[in-house]
């Protein structure tokens, strides 16, 4: 059986043909057939290609500088995108996500009301603005609060979230120990793929967490 992660990388195809035809009404998320391990086995190369520096600003910045979320089709949103895929027994009222069960990876926890889960961007987004994302336009900040392709959005529990705020690896880490692999792989896979820096204490923390990681079972 596949992994959650290996569901949210299967999928992401899917889910962004969904974004493309929201004006025609929400699709339903089709499971496809078990994908092979993500680019993770070169996680490690990446990260080496990453640009150390120190961390930008705050001056500027805001959520609304990078417009959350987007609509999907009629009366839902990337939001319930994702609530759909990263979820079971999912309860649709039209292409709202009104119910289902969900694993938090994070923590453990397990969440059946929707209204407790929360949407976490894998790296925040005032961590972005710090590290790169100021110098984006709006459009752009939004492709990445958005971004369903790359390993950006999970769904987590709002505790899980909220203690992570906008913290780098170096700063705090999930409580889970067994998805330390998974969660440094997908921090370094979306700063690789958006050009974002990283600090010294970040890269030490990553590397550090993906020390030992088997990618035959960590995909």
């Known amino acids: 059986m596949r992994t959650k992660s290996e569901a949210r990388a299967g999928l992401a195809a899917a889910?962004?043909?969904?974004?493309?035809?929201?004006?025609?009404?929400?699709?339903?998320?089709?499971?496809?057939?078990?994908?092979?391990?993500?680019?993770?086995?070169?996680?490690n190369k990446q990260l080496g290609e990453l640009?150390?520096?120190?961390?930008?600003?705050?001056?500027?910045?805001?959520?609304?500088r990078f417009p959350h979320w987007r609509d999907?089709?009629?009366?839902?949103?990337?939001?319930?995108?994702?609530?759909?895929?990263?979820?079971?027994?999912?309860?649709?009222s039209g292409c709202n996500v009104v119910g289902g069960r969900?694993?938090?990876?994070?923590?453990?926890?397990?969440?059946?009301?929707?209204?407790?889960?929360?949407?976490?961007?894998?790296?925040?987004?005032?961590?972005a603005w710090r590290s790169g994302a100021d110098e984006w336009d709006d459009s752009k900040r939004g492709d990445f609060a958005n971004d369903l392709t790359r390993p950006q959005l999970i769904a987590v529990s709002l505790r899980s979230n909220r203690a992570k705020g906008d913290q780098d690896p170096s700063q705090w880490k999930p409580a889970n120990k067994s998805y330390w692999c998974q969660y440094a792989a997908d921090?370094?896979?979306?700063?690789?793929y958006w050009r974002l820096?990283?600090?010294?204490?970040?890269?030490?923390?990553?590397?550090d967490m993906l020390e030992g990681c088997t990618w035959a079972n960590k995909p």
């Open 72 to 92: 999907t089709g009629k009366n839902c949103d990337v939001r319930d995108s994702v609530l759909q895929r990263d979820g079971e027994s999912i309860k649709l």
């Open 51 to 64: 640009t150390v520096a120190a961390a930008g600003s705050m001056k500027g910045y805001s959520r609304s």
């Open 197 to 207: 820096t990283v600090t010294s204490a970040e890269k030490a923390a990553l590397t």
């Open 15 to 43: 889910l962004t043909a969904v974004l493309a035809l929201g004006a025609a009404g929400c699709q339903p998320v089709v499971d496809e057939p078990d994908a092979p391990p993500s680019a993770a086995g070169n996680v």
């Open 187 to 192: 921090w370094v896979t979306v700063k690789h």
């Open 102 to 127: 969900w694993e938090s990876a994070y923590d453990g926890l397990v969440l059946t009301d929707p209204a407790d889960v929360d949407i976490d961007h894998v790296v925040p987004l005032a961590n």
